[in-house]
């Protein structure tokens, strides 16, 4: 075992591994990751997203513990499947697209929110941030306590290039193909973004890669992951949903 999102991890800590009569009585804050399966070129794996989510939901729900705080956080199952239509034409992707996340988000929060105090949910893939929002506020208009991060760098390259492939070197170097690694699209995605809008990232990249996964290295993933922890354990200590319900 490899990596936070392979671990086994004992109840309290994870909302899969419990029983109904353990979350009795209880009130937490349930930390939900949200990912996608799509492709990550040739060299990572198609849960990538999935991965990060997951491993930086864990490792920012144990920061918050060891900081005093005083909720109990559950971790929730992923959802593993999101908003991915700008990668189909790639054997493996798995799209529901954005209306379908946004109402499985909704309806979560509806039925979770039932027993839990408070929902976050942790999104590893920006096509879901749309989704996201929508169905975010709309919990928070209904009344239920609900908010989302994302798992942000200052670091980070568009797709499978030197960040996501630093991160999982990092959390699950096992999975990443190093002989297959091939530099993808480097130009800056706002050049590419008109394209990938009407064609996908096939339009752009044959290898479905943005950005230049060659020069990725654990240390440097070890460093974006720890960043990306931080910011999502600050932004739910701290509890200031925007309108929109994303965590500032």
């Known amino acids: 075992m490899n990596s936070a999102y392979d671990r086994q991890v004992v109840f309290p800590t994870e909302l899969g591994k419990s029983t109904s009569k353990q979350m009795q009585g209880t009130s937490p804050t349930v930390v ?6 799509e492709q990550h070129g040739p060299h990572l794996p198609l849960d990538t997203d999935t991965r990060i989510a997951t491993a930086v939901a864990h490792a920012a729900a144990k920061n918050l513990r060891a900081g005093g705080h005083p909720d109990e956080l559950v971790l929730a199952p992923a959802v593993a499947y999101g908003a991915s239509g700008e990668h189909e034409g790639f054997p493996g992707t798995v799209s529901i697209g954005t209306r379908a996340l946004e109402h499985l988000v909704l309806e979560f929060g509806r039925s979770a929110a039932g027993w839990a105090r ?5 999104n590893g893939h920006g096509g879901n941030v ?15 306590d609900a908010g989302w991060c994302s798992c942000a760098s200052s670091e980070g390259d568009a797709h499978a290039g030197h960040a996501e492939t630093s991160v999982l070197l990092h959390i699950s170097p096992g999975t990443v193909r190093t002989d297959q690694w091939r530099a993808g699209n480097v130009s800056p995605l706002a050049e590419l973004m008109p394209q990938m809008r009407r064609a996908g990232i096939a339009a752009v990249s044959e290898v479905g890669v943005l950005g230049d996964p060659t020069t990725a290295t654990a240390t440097d993933g070890a460093r974006i992951f720890a960043e990306m922890v931080q910011a999502c354990a600050v932004q739910i200590r701290r509890w200031t949903p925007g309108c929109d319900g994303m965590l500032r």
């Open 130 to 144: 749309e989704a996201l929002a929508a169905a975010v506020s709309r919990l928070r208009g209904e009344g239920r």
């Open 118 to 122: 408070r929902l976050v949910f942790v």
């Open 32 to 37: 939900t990751p949200v990912g996608s399966t």
